[in-house]
């Protein structure tokens, strides 16, 4: 298996190098940025299909429907539904996401927005205290954050529309039935992450009773994670499709458990829950087409954004991981970011000027204001004020089948395991995703990012999101498919990678692997991961930039296509993730 899969990496990267998308030389990828821990990172190699998952059962999952005649859209969900037993931090149905399809087979790019919607009774205050303030505790960690679940209509509108047709719903829920009423061993991120996060799941008795052991500890790796319940709920979804879930039973033990929190969801609010096909945001860069997604998530906007004004500087002179091309990339997210913060928001109920926001002319004026050797203080950009914090977890995978197919898929509960709650009887974690909201003007929500009057809560709104799914296309075919969790940090994220692959022509593994940075325009500092030479932070430094240590946790799973065949690059960042080839 391994020398297959060393000979089939040869070929690719063989192919890859005829194709023009590896680093000039390797060297390039790694010249002093990457980490020990990343460097020895490597792209897996597949004949036909692949998915990149952050958890590796289902990773595989995903893998085996390709296996058996599956599309991408097939075994993405699959995989979505799967991660929502194995990866509970961030695989859900209790939460939401967004999903970016390269449909071959129907010759249409297209997105589907699964985000959660606020509740019909919300107010625009309601997660002000009482002195008018915003009070943190109701939006982040009480039931008010709960958001309706868009996971389950999400998954299954993407299977009616872009599947095959060879798989039922019933039939891509069989892996996700099977683990969680048989169980899995805890391993990987998942026992990395449930010590540190107990507190929070232990708040409630019918999370406790999952994630602990007899003694009322957290599980330990080796330790069997059982779901029954959560088995029963997907159950009912593979019996009577999404009403098994929106409706009925399920329905009513949700909107019960929320409300006994203290929260406002009812059944009515989960019955008439909507997942949106949408048009992706679409851009160009360097000749290849960008398709991201729209509102109400800004990363498709804030990228294209970027990648406008990065167009117009010719990065790939300069090299990789330099001051001066991490100067401008810091500088274009800056512009981008202040205008996320200032324009957008759900669509449904602000009118955002996209159009503008992703023009090539309006990208060029900002480009002006550019300063090659100086860091424009965010300030100078527009005025607010912020008060900044990381926060932790969603998750991405990325699918590609031997047929031209792609899907880019992130979904999240917001926090690492969402609110912590537990629906008693249906094994469904809850989301706090309505923190993404702005609480009052000039306010920032848990990853910093400011808001204004277009991300105010309101009834059956969409939160602002940073999701960013991602294919990037050329001659109307997939080349690399990517995204990332992250929070605010996901934008950038896809940026760099894109522009290691295709600025910098890095490998994709390493393009993935080597150290990224942040600036959001508020609070004015770059964020930087470890890994970056002293000499490259101190040149930073001297053009004005406030280096701050560390970035927030992100991860990349990423696929580039070749002519011989897909690349897979699992992000090293954190353990568990998994290139899954066939
Ligand atoms: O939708 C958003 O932008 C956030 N709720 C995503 C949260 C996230 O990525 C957390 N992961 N680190």
Redesign the pocket.
Known sequence: MSSYLTRRTLLAVIATLALGLVPATAQDARRGYVPAARDAVRAVAAEHGMVVAQEKISAQVGADILRRGGNAVDAAVATGFAMAVTYPRAGNIGGGGFMVIHSADRNEDITIDYRETAPAATTPQIFLGPDGKPDVTKSRDSALGIGVPGTVAGLALALEKYGSGRFTLTQLLEPAIALARDGFVVSDDLADTLPSWHRRLARWPSSAKIFSRPDGTPLVQGDRLVQADLAATLSAVAAQGPRGFYEGPVAEQLAKAVTDAGGIMTPADLKTYQAVIRAPVRGTYRGYDIVSMPLPSSGGVVLVETLNILEGFQLADLKQGSAASLHLLIEAMKRAYADRARYLGDPAFVKAPIETLTAKDYAAKLRAGISTDRATPSKELVSAATTPRE????THFSVVDGRGNAVSNTY?L?FSYGVGLVADGTGVLLNN?LD?FTAAVGASNAYGLVGFEANLPGPGKRPL???SPTIVLRDGKPVLVTGS???SR?ISTVLQVIVNVLDYRMDVAAAVATPRLHHQWLPDEVRVESGFPSDVLGELKAMGHVIVEPM??TSANSILVTSSGPLGAADPRTRGAEASGQ
Request: without cysteine; hydrophobic residues 10%; aromatic residues 0%.
């Open positions: 926060g932790s977890n969603t999240t917001n995703e993404d999101s940073s999701m969790p992250g929070g996901i927030g946790q």
